[in-house]
């Protein structure tokens, strides 16, 4: 089994920032793509960012710019740094990872982020 645990959620002000963690543990060989999606109240759950093995971000428009996302693959973790925090930007964030010994890819169980205006 493979746990994904996210982390560094929070409450902040419109324009403030935060970072949030993925931690991958278990029957881990190795992770190929590892990706941030949000799912706020009433909407699908949409990808934020996600990243190769080798370190090539790819970004949904809504975060170009403003997010940076990273990974170290000798910690099996990932991050995501969340700068100019937009109330639009309020979901639970979950942490994705696709193994490349695996059928199916796994989630973390989500870490709120709130932005107040």
Not at 52 to 81: C, E, H, M
Request: aromatic residues 8%; charged residues 15%; hydrophobic residues 35%.
């Amino acid at each position: 089994q493979v746990q994904l645990v996210e982390s560094g959620g929070g409450l902040v002000q419109a324009g403030g920032s935060l970072r949030l963690s993925c931690a991958a543990s278990g029957s881990i060989f190795s992770i190929n793509v590892m990706g941030w999606y949000r799912q706020a109240p009433g909407k699908q759950r949409e990808l934020v960012a996600h990243i190769t093995r080798g370190g090539t971000p790819a970004y949904a428009d809504s975060a170009k710019g403003r997010f940076t996302i990273s990974r170290d693959n000798a910690k099996n973790t990932v991050y995501l740094q969340m700068s100019s925090l937009k109330p639009e930007d309020t979901a639970v964030y979950y942490c994705n990872a696709d193994l490349v010994n695996s059928d199916h890819g796994y989630w973390g169980q989500g870490t709120q982020v709130t932005v107040s205006s």
